[in-house]
């Protein structure tokens, strides 16, 4: 089918079953799953730009769906969400910036490839380390409590996130749903910008970023790191179409074929997330953003299109 | 697999079932509709492209989503 938008033949079938498998990959680790989305999209011969604008409106509908499902779940900390907005949509502006530049330059295709993979690689390899660590580490403690709580969450980073939540740069606010006592709201703001500077650069709701500094950096546990984390991305998405849009990069109708299969994925991705502890899911996440590397690596050495 | 599961999965499946044949001819339908028209859009009128664009997505989630949870309950209702 050609969708003359992006100027491209994309069988539509195809962008369905992209989109239910990160459909079912957000509503279990609140993740936008841009990593396949942009890598896939780009494999059928869209151009980074469209893909990482296209993979943004994609994203509002269903992170939509999946926000309100985890927010019935008890997994949203609303106030949390709100705060991080305002850092991501200066970060998304920043990151769609730099799209522009790159797009004026005439590389971005390269540019935006060779950082998808450093970036992908290396939060694979990060979140294998600590969920392997902490997993040994609950290992060796319910050894010792012979009735330790199987769900409860664990992080190998604990001792350095307790440090950023001790930094006092005022001001600094409490964080109730997350059982945070005081954290400054500069720290909120600047992970929250790096995950918008990912969302407008590279696509999608940047949830492989934000998601684990939300885990590792501000120490919320990882259920409501994933539910507050989609509720941001709608906030944040919506702007990222909105401001890629009018530059000219958002083929809306590949947008509304990928979202028909992300809808049922994402029902069973959030009901699957009931069934295991943290650490668990962050070592199901480490293989995802390695077949988005392997994807761009593919385009990048094959002349990028099938 | 015990009895709640394997009936789960059968009204899964025939929920999928189902969303497949409405979502294909929605699809076809919002795509042959909207295409040449959102084409016209992106070209001459980007601001309002791009407010359109975000509330075709957010409707179509809402909708789907309504879509979805309807036919998940008739179907429990239905096998029970």
Known sequence: MFFPISNTHIDPIYLAVVGFVIGILGGFFGVGGSFIAGPALRLMGVDWNYAV??????IVGKSIVAARQHRTLGNVDLKLGLFMAFGTIGGAEAGAQLIQALKRAGNVNTVVSWVAIVVYFSISIFMLWESQKTLRLDKKRRSRRKNADVKKDQ????HVTKKIQRLKLWPMIDLPTSGIRQISVWIILLVSFVGGFFSGFLGGGAGYIRM?????VLGIPTHLAVGTDLFEIVISASYGTLTHAIKGNVDILIALVMHTGAVIGAQIGVVATQYFAGPKIRLAFV???????????YTLVSGHKF | MNKVGAKSLRVFAIELVIYGAFVTAYV??????????????ETQHRVTYAIVALLLIVGQAVFLDALTTL??????????
């Open chain 1, 155 to 158: 992080s190998a980073f604990g």
């Open chain 1, 53 to 58: 604008g296209t993979d943004l409106a994609h």
């Open chain 1, 287 to 297: 293989p995802l953003p390695l077949i988005g590397v392997a994807i761009v690596i």
């Open chain 2, 28 to 41: 076809l339908l919002v795509l042959h509709l909207l295409d040449k028209w959102l084409y016209r859009l």
């Open chain 1, 212 to 216: 684990p500094s939300m885990v590792y």
């Open chain 2, 71 to 80: 036919l998940f309950r008739f179907l429990r209702r239905f096998w029970r």
